[in-house]
């Protein structure tokens, strides 16, 4: 954790996850000890960090990130780990190594492709999103418009979905997959 918030500091990066939604990773990524974890937008390698501090010892790790010169240094982090793929190109390149058990979708894939994010989980599998701005009420609102993105993760059928606070000012949204659809 410490490199690769050293890295987003070093290159400006300032998208990378909140501590909080770190710990919701790491242990996501501990509920699955064989699982195959998935993360898209690596950015600066916090969140991978983070998902890589649960990884069991017979579950794998692979992270992509269209920015190259992120790429680079992300991967020096977890050079000596051969769990650990980091991939570089657009988030698409994930799905050979689908079913996820927990996908972190953090750049590509939640915006532009939802329904593709929830077929490439396995049965079972966890799908974390994070930096939701928390909506009282239903259906869940932004800046006064019905979030209809929020709303397809959490009524989705073929998902058991929830949001979480992360901070009293940032949610997650965290889904499992029915093991039937
Ligand atoms: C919010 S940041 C990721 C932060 C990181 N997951 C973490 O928790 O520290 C989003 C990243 O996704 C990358 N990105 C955006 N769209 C992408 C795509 N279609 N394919 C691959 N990477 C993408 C961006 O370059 C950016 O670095």
Redesign the pocket.
């Known amino acids: 954790m410490a490199a ?1 918030e050293r890295i987003a500091a070093e290159l400006g ?1 300032d ?3 909140l501590p909080e ?1 770190g710990r919701l990773l790491s242990a996501a990524a501990a509920s699955k000890p064989r699982g195959t974890i998935a ?10 960090a983070w998902l890589h501090s649960g990884l069991g010892d017979g579950a794998r790790l692979v992270t ?4 190259a010169e ?1 790429v680079r240094r992300a991967a020096g982090i977890f050079a000596d780990d051969d769990r650990v793929s980091v991939l570089q ?3 698409r390149l994930l799905e050979r190594y689908a079913p996820f058990d927990v996908f ?1 979708c ?4 939640k915006r ?1 492709d939802a329904e593709r994010v929830v077929s490439l989980l396995a049965p079972g599998g966890l799908l974390v999103m994070d ?1 939701f701005t928390p909506s009282a009420g239903w259906p869940p609102r932004f800046e006064g418009d019905v979030d209809e993105l929020r709303l397809f993760y959490l009524t989705h059928p073929a998902l058991v979905a929830t949001e979480v606070l992360t901070t009293p000012v940032s949610s997650a949204v965290v889904a499992t997959r029915r093991s039937r659809d």
Request: with cysteine; net charge negative.
């Open positions: 690769a990066f998208k990378s996850c939604v993360e898209s937008g690596t950015g600066a390698g916090v969140g991978a992509v990130e269209r920015d992120l190109g657009d988030w972190f953090d750049g590509g894939g532009d930096d």
